[in-house]
């Protein structure tokens, strides 16, 4: 059980375009879903944290115009990377969280973002 | 601010044990997990410990101190595909998971 899918895997995609990444809970309702970014040998970093139904809490330094993150179910959540660029090109990882997990986080496999 | 110390890397011996440590200072505390991601994977749970003592779980286990604000966690038998980074993350008053930069284990035949 717990588990969370994370679609597309990888994508590539060019300069200005714009980029959708849903994170999907398959057997359960996430009271809350994180998103969050990795570069190379670097760790994870959140970039918001999502509540089904009301608006995302975006961490410090995050873009809420270019990340923009819809959660509208308790089931989905998607990242939408605005006019992406070469430096947007990262691991985007999702997790869900469900009330009695003890906050267990259960991750997506990730999304391999690379911006031509 | 809250902080969370955990080595960058440690090698180790195929059949040997291991043991990372981690020591966090957070405002508040509501358990510490450990997390395993291989290269290009998201991260796997391992362990979970809210309670001071060790918790064991097959070849892995994790200890908890809540007053040194430490925690270890000990692989036993270690196998080539033990070879990953190990995620040590608190959560705070908040509830919300703070993120050590994790450790690279490396294992040697």
């Known amino acids: 059980g717990a588990v969370v899918s994370q679609h597309p895997s990888w994508v590539i995609c060019k300069s200005g375009t714009s980029v959708k990444i849903e994170c999907r809970s398959l057997?359960?309702?996430?009271?809350?879903m994180f998103w969050y970014r990795q570069f190379p040998k670097q760790s994870l970093m959140l970039m918001a944290t999502?509540?089904?139904?009301?608006?995302?809490?975006?961490e410090q330094g995050v873009e809420k115009d270019k990340f923009l993150i819809n959660h509208a179910s308790l089931t989905l959540s998607t990242l939408t990377v605005t006019s992406a660029h070469p430096e947007d090109s990262s691991f985007y990882i999702c997790?869900?969280?469900?009330?009695?997990?003890?906050?267990?986080?259960?991750f997506g496999p990730g999304t391999r973002l690379t911006v031509l | 601010g809250q902080n969370i110390d955990q080595p960058t890397e440690m090698t180790a011996t195929e059949g040997a044990i291991v043991q990372i440590n981690c020591t966090y200072q957070?405002?508040?505390?509501?358990?510490l997990f450990w997390y395993q991601q291989h290269a290009g994977e998201a991260p796997t749970f391992l362990s979970y410990?809210?309670l001071d003592g060790l918790e064991e779980k097959g070849r892995f286990s994790s200890f908890l101190s809540r007053s040194k604000g430490y925690s270890y966690l000990l692989l036993k038998e270690l196998q080539m595909k033990d070879s990953a980074s190990y995620l040590c993350?608190?959560?705070?008053?908040?509830?919300?998971?703070?993120w050590g930069a994790g450790t690279k284990l490396i294992i040697k035949p």
């Open positions: 957070t405002s508040g505390f509501n358990g």
């Open positions: 999502s509540n089904e139904g009301s608006k995302a809490t975006y």
């Open positions: 997790s869900a969280v469900w009330e009695s997990s003890y906050n267990e986080q259960f």
């Open positions: 993350a608190v959560t705070d008053s908040n509830y919300q998971l703070i």
């Open positions: 057997d359960f309702q996430a009271t809350t």
């Open positions: 410990n809210v």
